[in-house]
């Protein structure tokens, strides 16, 4: 008897990806609250609508809802927002996309340009 097994990358995301806006390549940390406990996550990219963050312990589960505070250049407290889980890798990788992305539209908005001499 031959038993042919279909197997998916171990990196393939859960579901669908569907890109809705051009990503920007980080990394930095964001930090996710949950209640009076705080974790840091590594955000890989960020666009108008969503994050990509590394987790390697890929505990977060599709529709789950995370807060998060990023630091930003040139504000004196961190930007606040939330963001749901929709989809996570075994490899860690979490996309999400964001709930209220106001303020995260401005900072982008406002970004500068990285030179050799504007890091």
Known sequence: MVVVLAVESLDAPIVDERRAAPRVATDFYAVELRGPSRYFRLVRNVSRTGLLLEN???DEEVGQ????????RGR?????LRAEVVYVTRSG???????????????????????????
């Open 56 to 58: 390697p312990m890929a």
């Open 93 to 119: 990788r979490i996309g999400l996309r964001l709930l209220d992305s106001s303020e995260l539209l401005e900072v982008m908005n406002h970004r500068q340009p990285e030179t050799p001499g504007n890091t």
């Open 76 to 80: 004196p407290s961190p930007l606040k």
């Open 65 to 72: 809802v995370l807060d998060l505070e990023m630091p930003t």
